[in-house]
């Protein structure tokens, strides 16, 4: 083998070997979230035990998320009351409180009953600012049965904080928060 075939021949392997470490370091890092959302189901499971009134639970509901998740600056309700969103429990700085239909990100997602991942606040189109430091969204629908309760609203300082990660988990724990709850009006 000449010298210039060996060369060649360890390139290639070394960008062989470089790959497949990239592959199983994206698939650790994949694992982070899930794992993260599974314990705050067990978490939230255990903190609504023998407890069933509502406000109570979206506090402490709150107050497990923007203590939990990494980057986070604002995590909390909003409830439907008529045509307009209501600030609920939440925790972070001070917020609107009322936000109509189809306004803003938490209106939207109402209006749509669909989650919203929304990676930069200052391109979404009528976005609510609450808290100057929020760069990204996450806007997620609550439902008993078929109807409309609210949204669950988490805001990060990071530009793309939230994915489909973050949906799934967050979309399993306003599940396991509503189901729950007895005698919601
Ligand atoms: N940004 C939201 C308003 C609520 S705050 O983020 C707490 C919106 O656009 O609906």
Not at 10 to 34: E, G
Not at 91 to 103: E, F, H, K, L
Not at 167 to 184: C, M, P, Q, R, S
Request: with cysteine; glycine share 8%; proline share 5%.
């Amino acid at each position: 083998m000449s010298p210039q075939t060996a060369k060649k021949k360890s390139a290639k392997k070394k960008t062989v070997t470089k790959k497949t470490t990239k592959r199983r370091v994206a698939a650790s890092t994949n694992d982070v979230k899930p794992k993260l959302y599974a314990s705050l189901v067990v978490q939230l499971l255990s903190l609504l035990k023998d407890e069933h009134d509502f406000v109570a639970n979206a506090a402490n509901f709150s107050a497990l998320l923007f203590n939990s998740l990494p980057n986070v600056n604002w995590a909390g309700f909003y409830f439907l009351k008529g045509e307009e969103l209501v600030l609920g429990p939440f925790q972070g700085n001070p917020a609107c409180v009322r936000i109509p239909m189809g306004q803003g990100v938490c209106g939207v997602a109402a209006r749509q009953l669909e989650t919203i991942i929304v990676p930069n606040v200052h391109e979404f189109p009528g976005h609510i600012a609450c808290d100057v430091a929020s760069n990204s969204e996450i806007v997620v629908p609550l439902f008993d049965g078929e109807r409309l309760l609210g949204v669950l609203d988490l805001d990060s300082p990071l530009i793309g904080r939230f994915d489909d990660q973050d949906a799934e988990g967050l979309n399993e724990l306003v599940t396991v928060f509503v189901a729950h709850e007895e005698g919601l009006e």
